[in-house]
């Protein structure tokens, strides 16, 4: 038997490889949900075309938490959930970090931005696994999460790992804007450019799982019709196999290895009875947050710095010469339509990943709340406006320390900010070589509204326990056992050597894969 604590990304990714190797799986979980009534207010939406929805059903379900800086937190049909009832069932409290743990049913899935690329070898030169070894559990990856992409100049970086995908249309945003950068493909290639369509991990046409994307423009609040891979709906399916059990409501506080089996010890969420549970082998996909915490609890290490490592997130807008009029009314998806990527030495020794989105509704509010100031150099503002969301490689970006200390009879896990002055200048570099080509963009970047988002607040952040070829204290073999441990896996994001700045959640979800593989 083989037991996987979290419902996330990872955790379904190492179960269904698991599950394919004839493993029996249980997976042990939190498994919060969406709220009853919002739960048929969706199931209201799904069932009808965007056309014949209710305007109440619709604005009850968009929006975005308030006072978050840059653009607002996503929630999940207007619902906290994702992030909701953390302090009090696996106590924690952060300084100066933008990031937080799930204990929803498909963890961070369920407000992701679903954005997929493999990472290079070149930007993971630290790591004991290479992309040779990850390029099977990529494709299977994309076999259960399905991929929206095109082919394009990204291939040449980033393998697709897939025959089988379909594209999204473009807005006429993306379309002008991506026309602008192919006319002056020749010239930004000199430079280090690479570009192409967003591949993000979205149905795009009718299959059996369900309808394609129609193009409801409610990417960023939540699909109605579940086009967004969710690792939640992963778990529904494993449910109907005879191989695979989930448990709900439990929270996992430590592990014990005796007599070559792993005793997992926690208690029911909502009536606190202490639960355990006995297994051959365990593995933990509970999240960068919650994982620190069970291990270090687990070896009563308090009072011990792990370093959370992350890719830094910023954001700014461009704005194009040329409108796009109309673009509340267009019918388009609202996730991230194009990537580009930028490898110049002088600029940063690894990839500079850039996603640009175009109109959304909560990028219109963003523009008239905080922005404010641009209408007096557009009259138009939402029909010229791009926002552009940059990530650095973790090398160059701030950190997050973490520690376990005792809170009275309990404890609590202390997350803090490590500043990196490394980050800005490698960031304003990045704002030079945009306006230098504005040009060749059709837009000019406005480097006042840049915005530095604190460390986490992307949600790319890893390495706290990082897979290593000869692993020390507080890391892991590259099976993801952390040192002094035989059978118990580190499978999330915690084992990541260092974090590039190209999307985290595919390469963590074939690495997870990867592991359940090899061990089953």
Not at 256 to 272: A, D, I, N, P
Not at 349 to 356: D, G, K, P, Y
């Amino acid at each position: 038997m083989h037991y996987v604590i979290g419902s996330g990304p990872a955790g379904v990714a190492c179960a269904q490889a698991l599950l394919a190797r004839g493993a029996r799986v249980v997976m042990l979980d939190a498994g919060l949900e969406l709220e009853p009534a919002r739960a048929q207010i969706v199931r209201r939406l799904a069932a009808r075309p965007p056309a014949d929805w209710a305007a109440a059903d619709r604005a009850s379900v968009q929006g975005a938490a308030a006072g978050a800086a840059g653009l607002p937190t996503k929630l999940a049909f207007g619902s906290n959930y994702p992030y909701a009832e953390t302090e009090e069932n696996i106590p924690w409290a952060g300084h100066g970090v933008g990031l937080s743990p799930s204990l929803a049913l498909g963890g961070l899935s369920t407000v992701w931005g679903a954005a997929m690329l493999p990472y290079r070898d070149v930007d993971i030169a630290d790591w004991p696994v290479k992309n040779a070894e990850l390029a099977q559990h990529y494709r299977a990856v994309l076999a259960f999460t399905g991929l929206a992409a095109q082919r394009d100049d990204l291939e040449e970086l980033f393998p697709l790992h897939s025959e089988n995908v379909q594209a999204l249309p473009p807005s006429r945003q993306a379309e002008l804007f991506l026309g602008n950068l192919q006319r002056h493909r020749a010239g930004l290639r000199e430079r280090g450019w690479r570009f192409g369509r967003a591949r993000v991990a979205v149905r795009a046409t009718n299959t059996a799982r369900g309808p394609g994307c129609n193009r409801c423009g409610l990417c960023m609040s939540g699909c109605p019709y579940s086009c967004i891979y969710n690792s939640a709906d992963t778990v529904r399916e494993m449910r109907k196999g005879k191989n695979f059990a989930y448990h709900r409501d439990v929270i996992v506080t430590r592990l014990r290895e005796e007599s070559g089996k792993v005793l997992v010890e926690g208690f029911h969420r909502q009536t606190r009875v202490p639960l355990s549970f006995t297994t051959e082998r365990a593995y933990l996909a509970a999240g960068v947050l919650p994982t620190a915490q069970i291990l270090l609890r687990s070896q009563g290490a308090y009072d011990q710095v792990l370093k959370l490592r992350d890719s830094q997130y910023f954001l700014f807008p461009l704005a194009l010469a040329r409108r796009t009029r109309d673009v509340r009314s267009e019918a388009l998806y609202t996730l991230s339509q194009i990537f580009i990527e930028l490898n110049q030495p002088d600029i940063s020794r690894h990839t500079v990943h850039l996603q640009i989105y175009t109109y959304s509704d909560i990028i219109g509010a963003a523009a008239r709340k905080k922005l404010g100031v641009l209408k007096f150099l557009a009259p138009h503002l939402e029909d010229r406006l791009l926002i552009v969301q940059g990530f650095l490689h973790s090398d160059e970006s701030q950190q997050i320390e973490m520690k376990l200390q005792r809170d009275g009879a309990k404890d609590r896990l202390g997350v803090d900010a490590a500043p990196n002055p490394q980050t800005r200048r490698v960031v304003k570099k990045v704002m030079r070589e945009l306006l230098e080509q504005a040009g060749k963009l059709g837009g000019i970047v406005l480097p006042p509204m840049l915005q530095f988002e604190k460390p986490g607040r992307g949600y790319h952040s890893g390495g706290s326990l990082p897979m290593r070829a000869q692993p020390g204290k507080f890391e892991c073999d590259v099976l993801g056992r952390p040192q002094g441990w035989s059978n118990v896996h580190v499978v999330d994001a915690s084992v990541l050597p260092s974090i590039p700045a190209t999307t985290i959640t595919f390469s963590v979800m074939a690495n997870a894969h990867r592991i359940g593989w090899e061990t089953a």
